[in-house]
Structures are given as structure tokens and as C-alpha cells.
């Protein structure tokens, strides 16, 4: 089945500064990769989609400014938090569809997440 | 906005029982998902269906569009079926998943 990677899987860090999470499609191209946040006892929540070579959108509540998204090839996805802050601690996971290859189209692959605190 | 409704939300039950999982959702949808999450959080998609029932293993999901419901059995349920079960949903014109707040399945050997 399809692969997807993240890293780092767990990271600590000062308030103040600023982590980047990768997010990998390792055996298909995903044109779209989506990244969810997980807080303790919470359901996932989806915070913005990101598409090759576009801008990523957002949902509600998300600040764009704050967690910037680079989606440049079409097997790699960034998320960097900025001026990380510990309410920022969260599970952070991100999917990966398939561009129209083999793979149904609707089918989403999960990484295993980066665990992010913030002291 | 997709309302995900599961349940239960915590399920505990013996070794070799039968079980089921139910989500049910407000608006329709293009596709719907059953995860499993474990405890160190990685998550494995485990089905994805539009219609109909599908089986693997041990493990099969049905779901009812008309009345927007599926459903997770496990048959002759093992302790490391013990983890969380998520179900989500994609709408027709939305991209990223909606999800249920989970089940909480302990299989007790």
C-alpha cells in the first residue's frame, strides 16, 4: 500500500521558536496532502489543505501566518510553526492523496504524526 | 458543516466477542472512512467506502447512504484489536475528512 512519512516524529522546543514538520509521499505522487491537528482526548480537526504548487487553504480559525504550508513537489509537504507557543502542542498528522495514479482517487494515506511540545 | 456522531464511545469486551461500531452523519458525503488510531497516535486507514459493505480479514464496514449510517464489525475480537476507531467523512465538495470523536475499543484477553 501507499506510504506516507513524517518527520520529525517528536520534537520539543522554547516558546518562541519556530519547528517544520515534512510530510512525504514515499511510492506515488499526492497532488494534494492535508494537514490535521490532534489536542489530547480531542477528534483529529483539519487544519488546511495544500495542493502542488498552489497556496494551501485554511479552515476557519487556522492562522495562515502562523503555520505556513509549502507544498513544492508533488512528494513533499511542509508545515513550519511559527513562534511556537505551548498551547501549539498538539498531535499534528498529516494525508496524502494520489494524483490519479493506480490508487482511488478518494483514498487518503495518513503519516504516523509529529508530536509537538512547546515548553 | 458534517456533523460525525459515533458510538459507543468507549466499548470494553472479551476476547472472541462479536463487536460493532456506529457512525452516523448529517450531510452527505462522497466517501467515508474508518481509521484505527493506537495508542503512540499513528493511524491506519482501515476501510474507505461510498457504498455497500466491504470486508478484510476479520474486519467489516457497511454503510447506508439513505440513512447516513455505517458501521465497523470486528468478528472474534483479539486484545490487539484494543485501540481507538475513528470514522470520517468526505463531502461532496469538501477536500479534507470530518471526523467522529473515536471509539475506544479494550479487548480484555
Known amino acids: 500500500g501507499a506510504v506516507v512519512s513524517q518527520h520529525p516524529s517528536r520534537v520539543i522546543c522554547k516558546s518562541g521558536t519556530s519547528v517544520k514538520i515534512e510530510c512525504r509521499s514515499l511510492?506515488?505522487?499526492?497532488?494534494?496532502m492535508f494537514w490535521y491537528r490532534q489536542f489530547p482526548k480531542q477528534s483529529l480537526m483539519l487544519m488546511a489543505t495544500s495542493n502542488e504548487g498552489s497556496k494551501a487553504t485554511y479552515e476557519q480559525g487556522v492562522e495562515k501566518d502562523k503555520f505556513l504550508i509549502n507544498h513544492a513537489s508533488l512528494t513533499l509537504s511542509t508545515l513550519t510553526v511559527t513562534s511556537a507557543h505551548p498551547e501549539d502542542s498538539s498531535f499534528y498528522i498529516c494525508s496524502a492523496r494520489d494524483g490519479g495514479g493506480a490508487l482511488s482517487y478518494n483514498e487518503q494515506f495518513f503519516g504516523p504524526g509529529t508530536r509537538l511540545t512547546v515548553l | 458543516k458534517n456533523e460525525v456522531e459515533q458510538s459507543p464511545q468507549n466499548l470494553t469486551a472479551q476476547e472472541g466477542e462479536f463487536i460493532t461500531i456506529n457512525c452516523s452523519y448529517s450531510v452527505g458525503i462522497s466517501a467515508l472512512h474508518w481509521l484505527q488510531q493506537h495508542p503512540g497516535g499513528g493511524i491506519v486507514s482501515l476501510f474507505m467506502l461510498s457504498s455497500g459493505k466491504k470486508k478484510h480479514g476479520r474486519l467489516i464496514a457497511t454503510i447506508n447512504i439513505q440513512e447516513k449510517h455505517s458501521s465497523l464489525h470486528i468478528t472474534a475480537s483479539h486484545p490487539r484489536d484494543s485501540a481507538v476507531y475513528i470514522c470520517?467523512?468526505?463531502?461532496?465538495?469538501?477536500?479534507?475528512?470530518?471526523f467522529g470523536k473515536g471509539t475506544h475499543l479494550i479487548i480484555q484477553p
Open positions: 511510492d506515488f505522487q499526492a497532488t494534494t
Open positions: 470520517a467523512v468526505r463531502g461532496g465538495g469538501a477536500d479534507g475528512l470530518t
